[in-house]
């Protein structure tokens, strides 16, 4: 069992804030980056929207990264061996935590150099099927592009270094991306419940 699921779960469990180095091994989020560049070099990432699937607007004052979905259709060797990974995590983090999951989704997810993420809430739903983020980082050169989560009056600023991973419940902690001043590169993605 992978070490790194303990401790992503025991810094969540303390500070409602979950953080690990290297959940992705360095090959892994190499390979992962050289696949988000590619598609992006081949105009395939979307602008992203903000708010619900139905209602999906694309308003560059709050958001303006860019998104692909993953799915394991795609056939794409290394994002099946972060599916696998993932499957690993769910049923450890079911089998310790009794949390329920039955379904993920996940984006690539690259803000372009002055790109951000105003300050929001994942699911702001009281009954969303979104229980909780995760979001995987990609780069190995960071300048800014800061993931600042709230809690009460406090924040704190984490640095989206390759292979980290952040794991937190999706309605209750607002956050923001700040500013990027290189390219930025991660995996975004939500734990889901049945509706
Ligand atoms: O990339 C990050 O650090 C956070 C992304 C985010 O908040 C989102 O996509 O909802
Ligand atoms: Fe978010």
């Known amino acids: ?37 590619a598609l992006y070099a081949d105009g395939l990432l979307l602008s992203a929207g903000t708010g619900n699937d139905l209602l999906v607007k694309h308003d560059k004052r709050i958001r303006s990264d860019k998104i692909y979905w993953l799915d394991r259709i795609h056939n ?68 800014g592009g800061a993931l600042r989560i709230y809690q009460g009056n406090a924040s704190q600023d984490i640095t989206p270094n390759a292979g980290k991973s952040v794991f937190f419940k999706s309605n209750e902690l607002e956050h923001e991306v700040l500013v990027t001043h290189l390219p930025r590169m991660s995996i975004t993605g939500w734990l889901k419940i049945a509706g």
């Not at 009794?98 to 009954?127: A, M």
């Open 1 to 37: 069992m992978e070490i790194t699921f303990d401790e992503l779960i025991d810094s969540y469990l303390a500070t409602n804030v979950g953080t690990v180095k290297n959940f992705l091994s360095k090959a892994l989020s190499a390979h992962l980056a050289d696949n988000i560049t």
């Open 76 to 143: 794409n060797v290394y994002e099946n061996d972060f599916f696998d990974l993932m499957d690993r995590f769910v049923k450890h983090l079911n089998s310790t935590c009794y949390t329920g999951i039955t379904g993920y989704e996940f984006h690539y997810t690259l803000y372009e150099k002055g790109s951000f993420y105003k300050r929001h809430l994942d699911n702001f739903k009281q009954n969303g099927t979104r229980a909780f983020s995760m979001i995987m980082y990609l780069n190995n050169e960071v300048d």
